[in-house]
């Protein structure tokens, strides 16, 4: 079961909108992340936890603000966001941390921010 | 810098017929060269990884194959079913070795 599960699928939020985006996986890997893939481009790191623990910020706006509950649970905080910001958001889940191991997708989370 | 180019942008085949789609890369000390499908709308689903030359890997219609410097990625007699957007991708290398280095994909339309 290679399986990463998001929701919600869609979401429409205002600028001053708070919302949360929700990741979990059950596979048993260490390592959790969140992309961002605008249209007709490839997906972009935003940020890495390993063990539960923040590990990478690719310089993400404080707007985004990412949560780790525990190992199965990824959560992305979203506040105050710009038209801009609207993209497919994917979480993936990896055994560990090192991009040399297999990255696992999750079908994303599509945002609209009106 | 760490470059991954796929080729051609996009590839129009009818349904049987058998091509192949390129991903050249650059980057010190490979540590494997991951094979995407994306979908519209959908997160990348995760096909092959290849960690040396000379190294193949199937699943159904597709083959993937490794070089010291590319890898290819076979549809053989394809169907409608294989439109989509195939990404390759590897890891980055020195300080970017936490993160996968896309390239920009190729847009497979097979028509019936």
């Known amino acids: 079961d290679t399986e990463v599960t998001q929701t919600p699928k869609h979401l429409v939020m205002g600028m001053t909108n708070k919302k949360s985006l929700k990741c979990e996986q059950h596979?048993?890997?260490?390592?959790m992340y969140w992309y961002k893939q605008k249209a007709k481009k490839p997906p972009e790191l935003m940020f890495v936890?390993?063990?539960?623990?923040?590990?990478i910020n690719e310089s993400v706006p404080s707007r985004f603000s990412p949560e780790c509950p525990n190992s199965s649970l990824l959560n992305l905080h979203l506040h105050a966001l710009q038209p801009e910001d609207s993209a497919l958001y994917l979480c993936?889940?990896?055994?560990?941390?090192?991009?040399?191991?297999?990255?696992?997708f999750g079908e994303g989370s599509w945002l609209t921010v009106v | 810098e760490d470059q991954v180019t796929q080729s051609p942008e996009a590839l129009r085949l009818q349904e049987g017929e058998s091509s192949s789609l390129n991903c050249s890369y650059t980057?010190?000390?490979?540590?494997?060269l991951f094979w995407y499908r994306q979908d519209p709308g959908k997160g990348p689903e995760f096909l092959f990884t290849?960690?040396?030359a000379g190294e193949e890997k199937e699943k159904e219609r597709l083959k993937a194959t490794l070089t010291k410097k590319e890898s290819f990625l076979h549809i053989t007699a394809p169907k409608p079913e294989d439109s989509a957007t195939y990404l390759c991708?590897?890891?980055?290398?020195?300080?970017?070795?936490?993160?996968?280095?896309f390239g920009k994909g190729t847009l497979l339309t097979v028509n019936p």
């Open positions: 993936a889940s990896s055994r560990r941390q090192g991009a040399e191991n297999t990255i696992y």
């Open positions: 596979m048993g890997h260490r390592a």
């Open positions: 936890y390993s063990y539960e623990k923040l590990s």
């Open positions: 980057v010190s000390g490979l540590r494997g």
């Open positions: 290849l960690y040396s």
């Open positions: 991708a590897v890891p980055g290398s020195g300080g970017s070795n936490y993160k996968l280095t």
